[in-house]
């Protein structure tokens, strides 16, 4: 990989349960050939990851931002972002666009083949673009209805052919867009098995799986990078209790873990590393502006003034994270500085708000949740002084999907934002109009236009942070939901451990070794 590639976008950012009863084996899906040992590391290594497995193993169907994290285990994309957060070559080495921005050809690296043997090349990779466009269940369709066409010449080369002018592609190809799939996993009867049948030409393979439980992967011998692949193994281990992750990290259950913010003492005590690493993701209240009282801007606005983000952030996240009034932490190019002190805790004036709006006795709200004790009980607290009367609805975690982002029924939810690699993806998914957490469906004008501007700007040219932030403050400012902290990766790990990556878009394991000692 050239040090500098001179097509690099710059997206620099400096901060940043039930175990099923069925075993699914993946034999058939495996890599060809054996692994004998990891490139560069000891033999038979294989990490036990505590985290969360997928809503399902397609990328084009995928219902959850985390899902990335898994997924990128079993499936390589068209480009990656490194460390910094600038897009660099992924299974395509390198890219070049049409004068007009209509257009942009793809090189793929030579000798990509999936792990059922077959090639990974440019008809592979059109395949995949189409059905991620077409496929009638596609999650990702949104991302590429911009694509007209995707034209091939030779086994390297591809051209995404663009209805209009659109800089972002290579970020947004990134992510789960980007993820490639064996045309043979997907066509015919095989697709409807591939939820839980992944086919790719990730570092790892799938093996086994236990739905709600457990997966386990080997090594994939035939992936691009495999000479960062120092784990002969991996398996990801559904966390059902946060509060027993210290102890299953000292009984070997676990190498790796999530760890919650409330166990961080705990866990160095204990002897464990600690890393805590920047992420785009950032904790907000979904609001739905369609639904009493909150289809009152006067409401709305009130609500922002009625929760002490620093408190909050204090108390639920214990401290790590930083106070957040947008969809971007900070030093990422898309957030504005301007924003920062802008709804300030001011429960007097959320009251004066309230009154403005014909309620100046208070008005009643229900806090709908999935999310863990803490948090909910904190901001009805918070609400009452600011003159909203809150009664909290708890619901399971997997009925939050349906209720607030498919049924769009429910007017106040605590949720977390888990952003994209594009950053025009990102403001897509919480301010546009059949953005997942947009349940109102209202997108003024001016910001469409501004998501326009955004996407006819080429990246390296200095309009495009000032447009983004535009875009930014006017989403801040007219859309309902509530932004209130960032909130960075926290995982323990076994000093037997090497310290993770620090890629704030997606989880990766490349370099990670385990001491056998």
């Given at each position: 990989?050239?040090?500098?590639?001179?097509?690099?976008?710059?997206?620099?950012?400096?901060?940043?349960?039930?175990?099923?009863?069925?075993?699914?084996?993946?034999?058939?899906?495996?890599?060809?050939?054996?692994?004998?040992?990891?490139?560069?590391?000891?033999?038979?290594?294989?990490?036990?990851?505590?985290?969360?497995?997928?809503?399902?193993?397609?990328?084009?169907?995928?219902?959850?931002?985390?899902?990335?994290?898994?997924?990128?285990?079993?499936?390589?994309?068209?480009?990656?972002?490194?460390?910094?957060?600038?897009?660099?070559?992924?299974?395509?080495?390198?890219?070049?666009?049409?004068?007009?921005?209509?257009?942009?050809?793809?090189?793929?690296?030579?000798?990509?083949?999936?792990?059922?043997?077959?090639?990974?090349?440019?008809?592979?990779?059109?395949?995949?673009?189409?059905?991620?466009?077409?496929?009638?269940?596609?999650?990702?369709?949104?991302?590429?209805?911009?694509?007209?066409?995707?034209?091939?010449?030779?086994?390297?080369?591809?051209?995404?052919?663009?209805?209009?002018?659109?800089?972002?592609?290579?970020?947004?190809?990134?992510?789960?867009?980007?993820?490639?799939?064996?045309?043979?996993?997907?066509?015919?009867?095989?697709?409807?098995?591939?939820?839980?049948?992944?086919v790719g030409a990730g570092p790892f393979v799938l093996t086994r799986l236990v739905p709600g439980s457990y997966a386990s992967l080997r090594r994939n011998p035939?992936?691009?990078?495999?000479?960062?692949?120092?784990?002969?193994?991996?398996?990801?281990?559904?966390?059902?209790?946060?509060?027993?992750?210290?102890?299953?990290?000292?009984?070997?259950?676990?190498?790796?873990?999530?760890?919650?913010?409330?166990?961080?003492?705990?866990?160095?005590?204990?002897?464990?590393?600690?890393?805590?690493?920047?992420?785009?993701?950032?904790?907000?209240?979904?609001?739905?502006?369609?639904?009493?009282?909150?289809?009152?801007?006067?409401?709305?606005?009130?609500?922002?003034?009625?929760?002490?983000?620093?408190?909050?952030?204090?108390?639920?996240?214990?401290?790590?994270?930083?106070?957040?009034?947008?969809?971007?932490?900070?030093?990422?190019?898309?957030?504005?500085p301007a924003l920062e002190n802008l709804y300030t805790y001011d429960p007097q004036k959320a009251r004066r708000l309230l009154a403005e709006a014909g309620h100046?006795?208070?008005?009643?709200?229900?806090?709908?949740?999935?999310?863990?004790?803490?948090?909910?009980?904190?901001?009805?607290?918070?609400?009452?002084?600011?003159?909203?009367?809150?009664?909290?609805?708890?619901?399971?975690?997997?009925?939050?999907?349906?209720?607030?982002?498919?049924?769009?029924?429910?007017?106040?939810?605590?949720?977390?934002?888990?952003?994209?690699?594009?950053?025009?993806?990102?403001?897509?998914?919480?301010?546009?109009?059949?953005?997942?957490?947009?349940?109102?469906?209202?997108?003024?004008?001016?910001?469409?236009?501004?998501?326009?501007?955004?996407?006819?700007?080429?990246?390296?040219?200095?309009?495009?942070?000032?447009?983004?932030?535009?875009?930014?403050?006017?989403?801040?400012?007219?859309?309902?939901?509530?932004?209130l902290f960032s909130t960075p990766r926290i995982f323990a790990r076994s000093p037997r451990v090497s310290e993770l990556p620090r890629v704030a878009a997606v989880?990766?394991?490349?370099?990670?070794?385990?001491?056998?000692?």
């Amino acid at each position: 990989m050239p040090a500098s590639p001179p097509h690099r976008i710059r997206t620099t950012f400096t901060v940043l349960a039930t175990v099923a009863a069925a075993v699914i084996a993946l034999g058939a899906c495996g890599a060809s050939g054996k692994t004998t040992g990891s490139a560069g590391g000891s033999g038979g290594s294989t990490l036990k990851w505590g985290w969360t497995l997928p809503t399902t193993w397609d990328p084009v169907t995928s219902r959850a931002g985390n899902d990335v994290n898994v997924l990128s285990l079993v499936y390589s994309a068209i480009t990656r972002l490194d460390e910094q957060g600038n897009v660099v070559p992924g299974l395509a080495r390198s890219w070049t666009y049409a004068e007009d921005g209509k257009s942009v050809t793809f090189t793929l690296r030579p000798g990509l083949t999936f792990t059922d043997g077959t090639k990974l090349d440019a008809q592979a990779v059109r395949a995949n673009i189409l059905r991620g466009r077409d496929q009638r269940d596609s999650l990702i369709a949104s991302q590429l209805h911009n694509v007209k066409d995707v034209t091939t010449e030779g086994p390297l080369k591809f051209t995404v052919v663009l209805k209009d002018a659109d800089y972002q592609v290579p970020a947004l190809f990134a992510g789960k867009t980007g993820m490639i799939v064996s045309p043979k996993a997907f066509g015919g009867d095989a697709g409807k098995r591939l939820d839980t049948r992944p086919v790719g030409a990730g570092p790892f393979v799938l093996t086994r799986l236990v739905p709600g439980s457990y997966a386990s992967l080997r090594r994939n011998p035939s992936y691009y990078d495999a000479a960062q692949i120092h784990l002969d193994g991996f398996e990801v281990k559904e966390i059902t209790e946060p509060a027993t992750v210290v102890a299953g990290l000292q009984s070997g259950q676990y190498d790796v873990a999530t760890l919650p913010p409330n166990q961080v003492d705990a866990a160095k005590a204990a002897g464990l590393k600690v890393d805590v690493i920047p992420s785009l993701t950032v904790r907000v209240l979904d609001v739905n502006n369609t639904i009493p009282p909150f289809d009152d801007p006067r409401v709305t606005e009130a609500l922002k003034y009625a929760v002490d983000r620093k408190a909050l952030l204090e108390t639920s996240n214990f401290g790590i994270g930083e106070v957040d009034l947008q969809p971007f932490p900070k030093g990422h190019p898309g957030y504005d500085p301007a924003l920062e002190n802008l709804y300030t805790y001011d429960p007097q004036k959320a009251r004066r708000l309230l009154a403005e709006a014909g309620h100046p006795d208070g008005v009643n709200v229900v806090i709908t949740t999935g999310t863990p004790e803490g948090l909910p009980e904190q901001l009805q607290a918070q609400l009452k002084t600011a003159g909203f009367t809150a009664t909290i609805k708890p619901i399971a975690p997997a009925q939050h999907t349906q209720l607030v982002y498919v049924q769009h029924n429910v007017a106040l939810a605590p949720d977390s934002f888990v952003g994209r690699e594009s950053p025009l993806q990102a403001l897509g998914v919480v301010f546009g109009p059949e953005g997942l957490m947009n349940p109102g469906r209202n997108t003024p004008k001016a910001l469409l236009k501004k998501f326009d501007e955004i996407r006819t700007t080429p990246l390296d040219d200095p309009k495009y942070v000032k447009r983004l932030r535009e875009a930014v403050a006017i989403g801040v400012k007219e859309l309902p939901n509530v932004w209130l902290f960032s909130t960075p990766r926290i995982f323990a790990r076994s000093p037997r451990v090497s310290e993770l990556p620090r890629v704030a878009a997606v989880q990766r394991f490349d370099g990670v070794r385990i001491d056998a000692r």
